[in-house]
């Protein structure tokens, strides 16, 4: 198969792409470097299969005129905390613009779109786990809505798309993933308290720590997103790793794990946080009973992988 890849050079992209080109299929990466990295692919360069266009999709044309593809898939936006507070316009035009840039490609050359959503359409939950079906408790104005409802839209034109084109779709919610290639500030949590440990500085818990999450490797995610893909569900789709720890425990595992003598201490969530979700859990019931798939890596394990793959980082250490 050869599939255009809009946010290759992006953390769960850039292994994405890897998994398609392993198993043989041909990838075009399409990025702008926004937060993407071109470290993230740089191992690529030179593959027969592999081919990197620089662009912002949010912008004229996409340079892919004439080209075949049998799928797109828009995994192009900013996705951390410190990007929905220093680049909103750009999150809301790339969840807007730019989708729709890349859902007029896949219908003019007929191949199937699928769109990597967020677990955070569904805000901060008043339902857990988070079923497919559950709607959301969302915040059209607060500092994460950039986010938020840029997704929300996604996933509405891309239905409005599937219905007024009859364009093959498919939708996947990411929930929180961690792993190789994350970049160290960028403010998620997973990689926040690892590079603190790894620094010997204070790790720092919003609050008193008892807000949870459910972490799920990279590696677990991408072969989740690519069950999607080749799928028959339309969607949208829970993938994610339905395990829920504490932030606290996350935090007293990355002491553990990295030999850290970091003490862990609270501060007061700060304003840019506001709406940060108490808790958070996938229902992968759907994805696990059609497609049999489940995550196989533990959160030990993964931040073992993660922590020795940060070590090596010189923006960490």
Same mark, same amino acid.
């Given at each position: 198969?050869?599939?255009?890849?809009?946010?290759?050079?992006g953390?769960?992209?850039?292994? @994405?792409t890897?998994?398609?080109?392993?198993?043989?299929?041909?990838?075009?990466?399409?990025?702008?470097?926004?937060?993407?990295?071109r470290?993230?692919i740089?191992? @690529?360069?030179?593959?027969?299969?592999?081919?990197?266009?620089?662009?912002?999709i949010?912008?004229?044309?996409?340079?892919?005129?004439?080209?075949?593809?049998?799928?797109?898939?828009?995994?192009?936006?900013?996705?951390?905390?410190?990007?929905?507070a220093?680049?909103?316009?750009?999150?809301?035009?790339?969840g807007?613009?730019?989708?729709?840039?890349?859902?007029?490609?896949?219908?003019?050359?007929?191949?199937?779109?699928?769109?990597?959503?967020?677990?955070?359409?569904?805000?901060?939950?008043?339902?857990?786990?988070?079923?497919?079906t559950?709607?959301g408790?969302?915040?059209?104005?607060?500092?994460?809505?950039?986010?938020?409802?840029?997704?929300?839209?996604?996933?509405?034109?891309t239905?409005?798309?599937?219905?007024v084109?009859g364009l093959?779709?498919?939708?996947a919610?990411?929930?929180?993933?961690?792993?190789?290639?994350?970049?160290?500030?960028?403010?998620?949590?997973?990689?926040?308290?690892?590079?603190?440990?790894?620094?010997?500085?204070?790790i720092?818990?919003?609050?008193?720590?008892?807000?949870?999450?459910?972490?799920?490797?990279?590696?677990?995610?991408?072969?989740?997103?690519?069950?999607?893909?080749?799928?028959h569900?339309?969607?949208?789709?829970?993938?994610?790793?339905?395990?829920?720890?504490?932030?606290?425990?996350l935090?007293?595992?990355?002491?553990? @794990?990295?030999?850290?003598?970091?003490?862990?201490?609270?501060?007061a969530?700060?304003?840019?946080?506001?709406?940060?979700?108490?808790?958070?859990?996938?229902?992968?019931?759907?994805?696990?009973?059609?497609?049999?798939?489940?995550?196989?890596?533990?959160?030990?394990?993964?931040?073992?992988?993660?922590?020795?793959?940060?070590?090596?980082?010189?923006?960490?250490?």
């Amino acid at each position: 198969m050869r599939h255009l890849l809009a946010g290759g050079g992006g953390f769960i992209g850039s292994h @994405l792409t890897e998994l398609l080109l392993k198993r043989g299929d041909d990838v075009v990466v399409i990025d702008n470097f926004a937060t993407g990295r071109r470290s993230n692919i740089a191992q @690529l360069a030179g593959h027969e299969r592999f081919t990197l266009i620089e662009h912002d999709i949010t912008t004229g044309m996409l340079p892919v005129t004439g080209t075949r593809f049998d799928t797109v898939l828009d995994l192009a936006s900013p996705a951390s905390p410190n990007d929905f507070a220093t680049m909103p316009l750009e999150i809301l035009a790339v969840g807007s613009t730019g989708t729709r840039n890349l859902l007029d490609l896949a219908t003019e050359v007929g191949a199937r779109f699928f769109l990597a959503s967020t677990s955070e359409v569904y805000g901060d939950p008043l339902v857990h786990p988070q079923p497919e079906t559950y709607w959301g408790n969302v915040s059209s104005i607060g500092p994460r809505s950039c986010y938020d409802e840029a997704k929300r839209f996604s996933e509405a034109i891309t239905m409005a798309y599937h219905r007024v084109h009859g364009l093959d779709v498919r939708i996947a919610r990411i929930f929180n993933t961690y792993g190789e290639r994350m970049r160290p500030n960028d403010g998620r949590v997973v990689n926040t308290l690892i590079v603190q440990a790894l620094r010997g500085e204070p790790i720092t818990l919003h609050g008193d720590g008892s807000q949870t999450r459910s972490f799920c490797h990279v590696a677990d995610e991408v072969v989740g997103l690519a069950a999607v893909l080749d799928g028959h569900l339309t969607g949208p789709v829970n993938v994610g790793n339905p395990a829920e720890f504490t932030i606290r425990r996350l935090a007293e595992l990355i002491v553990e @794990l990295s030999g850290s003598r970091s003490d862990i201490v609270t501060v007061a969530l700060p304003p840019e946080r506001e709406g940060d979700p108490a808790q958070r859990q996938p229902d992968i019931t759907l994805v696990n009973t059609t497609y049999g798939w489940a995550p196989t890596i533990d959160l030990v394990e993964g931040l073992t992988r993660m922590i020795h793959w940060f070590r090596t980082e010189e923006e960490v250490v």
